[in-house]
C-alpha cells in the first residue's frame, strides 16, 4: 500500500512570490491535515480536509488556504510569501480524522524562501 | 489552551533505557501520541495510549500515564543507534465538527551512544 507522497519535496522561492504543495493520501483515506515544522515554533496545525470541506483551521493567517479534491488529494498555497514561511510542510491523512485513527505522515515538502 | 512541554534533549548509551517525558495541557484528550522523526523523513506514530489507561506496553516501548498531573513518558528498552531520532508527544482535543488536530511539543532529540 503506498503511502503519503508529497510534492515537490524541495522547492526555493522568492518574497512575495505564491507557492502550491501538493499532498495525496492514502488511498481510502478522507482526511487530510496539513502541519507547518519549523525550529522556532515546532509543528503546528494548519488546516483539515475532509471530504473536500475544510472542518478545522489553524492560527495562520489568510495567505495560506488549502482545498482538497473529489479522490481525496489535497494542495496548499501560501501567496505573498514571506521569509518566516521557510519550513517543513507536512501532510497527514486518516481513514476519519477521529481520535484514535492513525495519521500516517508524509516525508514533507521542505519550503525556502529568500 | 493547549500547550505540551517536553524536555529538549535526552543522551543515553547503547543498551540502556530512555525515558522521554512529557505534560500536556488539555484533558479532553482522548488519546495521546508518541512520534517518532528521523532527519529528513516525516513522522513516524511509534505509540498511543487511551487516557483512561495507565499504562502500555509494545515490545520495547511503555508508555505511561499520569492523567492526574496529566504527564506522560515513553520508555525505550535495550535502546539501539536505530533509535536515535526526535520523539515527539502529541495530544489530540476535540475541535468540533468531528475533527481532532494533533497538538505536538517541540520533540526531544535522543542521541544514543554506542
Known amino acids: 500500500k503506498a503511502g503519503v507522497t508529497q510534492t515537490p519535496r524541495y522547492l526555493i522561492k522568492t518574497r512575495g512570490q505564491q507557492v502550491t504543495l501538493s499532498c495525496s493520501p492514502i488511498s481510502g483515506h478522507r482526511s487530510v491535515s496539513w502541519y507547518q515544522q519549523t525550529p522556532g515554533q515546532g509543528l503546528q496545525f494548519l488546516f483539515e480536509y475532509f471530504s473536500e470541506t475544510q472542518r478545522n483551521k489553524g492560527n495562520f493567517p489568510g495567505r495560506f488556504s488549502g482545498r482538497q479534491f473529489s479522490n481525496s488529494r489535497s494542495e496548499m498555497n501560501v501567496s505573498t510569501l514571506e521569509l518566516g514561511d521557510s519550513a517543513l510542510y507536512l501532510c497527514a491523512s486518516s481513514r476519519d480524522h477521529r481520535g484514535m485513527d492513525e495519521q500516517f505522515f508524509g516525508p514533507g515538502t521542505r519550503l525556502t524562501v529568500l | 489552551g493547549e500547550d505540551v512541554e517536553q524536555s529538549l534533549f535526552l543522551s543515553v548509551r547503547e543498551g540502556d533505557s530512555s525515558v522521554i517525558n512529557c505534560t500536556y495541557t488539555d484533558s479532553s484528550s482522548t488519546y495521546l501520541y508518541w512520534y517518532k522523526q528521523e532527519p529528513g523523513a516525516g513522522l513516524q506514530l511509534l505509540t498511543y495510549?487511551?487516557?483512561?489507561?495507565d499504562m502500555k506496553q509494545d515490545q520495547r516501548l511503555t508508555v505511561l500515564l499520569n492523567k492526574k498531573d496529566k504527564h506522560l513518558s515513553l520508555r525505550i528498552a535495550d535502546t539501539q543507534t536505530g533509535d536515535s531520532a526526535i520523539y515527539f508527544c502529541a495530544e489530540s482535543p476535540y475541535s468540533g465538527a468531528g475533527s481532532y488536530q494533533l497538538t505536538f511539543g517541540k520533540g526531544t532529540k535522543l542521541s544514543v551512544i554506542p
Open positions: 495510549i487511551f487516557s483512561n489507561m
